[in-house]
């Protein structure tokens, strides 16, 4: 026996003659966190593919527990031992909490019939050791994709997995729900479970990690001790240099006219006597706990959810969007908290999908004029440094971080005048933020008006103009952006109200 829980050695992958891992080796003891760090498309999630048996290897081996083994599925991965959360969420949302945690390992009564309540008892033991408060007979669909994302462990944790793979776990999660991810990682830590932990925010991978190993373009350029690397050191060995470190642009001088205004808004059963404003050049960020209506606020200004009394101006008009065509006609822009369920049509190119939004704009008699869509996808392509082979190519074959570019890329196509980020760097590497960061920043002193939503708070603090903290779907406090701290960002969204 080696006294690794898992190995992976010399493993090569290829997808249509690109080399997506070369000669990659990797291993985790039992009680052990290993974090995996790297850009986005550095080969991370390809090698955590293998191992849970979605793809097979080019070449390489895997053993568990000192045995080598070969993998024909995710099934068989499951059945010995190992279980991944994927960075994507693989839920079914017409199906229950309960039904999702135990898919494929249904409980069955008399005669073979399925046990419901039985399924509700076990899913809701699982959530309880996660300390979420989620029913196990909702429907997933119902469910925010941070309570999702609850759901993804709750089904990993389920399986008593001797490996556990964790592909940006947090991506959805605030302050609270992270700690609480922490110390359910520690309990497994405690059971003797190798967790393999792999994360953009890298705060965090000295947090959690005890080993952590960097990729960069398909290969390991270093593996080590947490202990024996340094932030400055980590940015260097993942980008090529250091230059890189999450650097925020300065904030801007002057703001302009008041591009959207809430007064006294309520959407029931969430939100409550919402009042704010967001003004050209400006980027106001919106910080608060899962659940806490932020979410929800963006979607009701954007027309996907109605409002039952208050009112929404943009521009110093008075709207009650049904729709978010009504909101686009507007001059509004909206990138979700899910890329892939809700920015972009995974099947579709870089073409179709940049160009949804604004296709108004290129039809005559209902034909769509290709070159000139062509042009404004390519120019917008080039400005926002799109990684891709091709304009046809298909936005699910793109990394994270350029899937995120093309779904900004779509608004910035419209012209919008208010722009509403969620989560604008989910599931982002470090070089990556950095460019949206800026690109938010440049649209904000040309003009539009931002209000960004972040689960992070050096985001928030590091980019906003002002901050808004939301606690049980109202607005418990605005501060500057010199007076915002993450003390007191935590206090309002945590009791509602500063403490002295």
């Not at 939100?271 to 606020?297: A, F, N, P, W, Y």
């Not at 179709?352 to 996808?377: C, M, P, W, Y």
């Not at 590091?462 to 903290?469: A, E, H, N």
Request: one cysteine or more; hydrophobic letters at 40%; a neutral charge.
């Amino acid at each position: 026996m080696s006294g690794y829980m898992v190995e992976m050695h010399n493993i090569s992958k290829s997808f249509g003659g690109v080399r997506a891992l070369r000669d990659v080796s990797l291993r985790c003891r039992g009680g052990e966190v290993h974090t995996v760090v790297g850009q986005n498309g550095a080969g991370k999630s390809t090698l955590m593919n293998i191992l849970s048996g979605v793809y097979p290897p080019d070449s390489g081996e895997i053993l568990l527990e000192g045995r080598k083994v070969k993998f024909a599925g995710p099934n068989e991965a499951q059945r010995a031992g190992i279980s991944i959360i994927h960075q994507e969420l693989n839920l079914l949302p017409d199906l229950s909490v309960a039904a999702n945690v135990f898919m494929g390992r249904e409980s069955r009564g008399r005669f073979g019939l399925l046990d419901s309540r039985e399924q509700i008892r076990g899913a809701r033991e699982v959530l309880a050791r996660l300390g979420v408060s989620i029913d196990p007979a909702e429907r997933v669909g119902r469910l925010s994709v941070a309570q999702q994302q609850m759901v993804e462990i709750a089904k990993a944790l389920s399986l008593n997995a001797r490996v556990v793979i964790m592909d940006e776990p947090s991506a959805t999660l605030g302050t609270a729900e992270l700690e609480r991810l922490f110390e359910v990682i520690s309990a497994l830590k405690a059971h003797g479970v190798a967790v393999i932990y792999i994360s953009h925010r890298l705060a965090e991978v000295f947090q959690v990690a005890d080993w952590v190993t960097i990729f960069r373009d398909g290969v390991v350029v270093d593996s080590r001790a947490i202990g024996d690397i340094d932030r400055t050191t980590l940015v260097r060995l993942m980008i090529g240099s250091s230059t890189f470190i999450e650097q925020f642009p300065p904030r801007g001088d002057s703001v302009g006219a008041e591009a959207l205004r809430i007064d006294h808004m309520n959407s029931s059963p969430v939100l409550h006597d919402i009042t704010l404003s967001v003004r050209c050049r400006e980027i106001v960020g919106l910080s608060g706990l899962m659940g806490s209506g932020r979410t929800e606020l963006a979607q009701t200004v954007f027309g996907v959810r109605r409002y039952e009394s208050g009112s929404i101006l943009i521009d110093g008009k008075l709207v009650r969007a049904r729709q978010p065509f009504s909101a686009i006609r507007r001059g509004v822009g909206y990138l979700p908290e899910s890329r892939k369920e809700e920015g972009l049509v995974m099947g579709l190119s870089v073409t179709h999908n940049s160009a949804l939004a604004s296709l108004g704009k290129r039809q005559r008699l209902g034909f769509i004029a290709r070159t000139a869509e062509r042009a404004a996808v390519s120019k917008t392509v080039k400005a926002l440094n799109v990684t891709t082979p091709s304009l046809s190519h298909e936005v699910e074959r793109l990394s994270g971080g350029n899937q995120q570019k093309v779904v900004i890329g779509k608004w910035l196509i419209c012209g919008p005048r208010l722009v509403i980020f969620d989560e604008p760097t989910r599931g982002v590497d470090v070089s990556s933020k950095v460019e949206i960061w800026r690109l938010m920043r440049n649209l904000a002193d040309e003009g539009a008006a931002i209000l960004m939503i972040s689960s992070e708070l050096p985001e928030i603090i590091g980019m906003s103009d002002r901050v808004l903290v939301m606690h049980k779907g109202r607005i418990a406090g605005e501060l500057s952006g010199e007076q915002a701290s993450e003390e007191v960002i935590l206090t309002l969204a945590s009791f509602g109200e500063k403490h002295e």
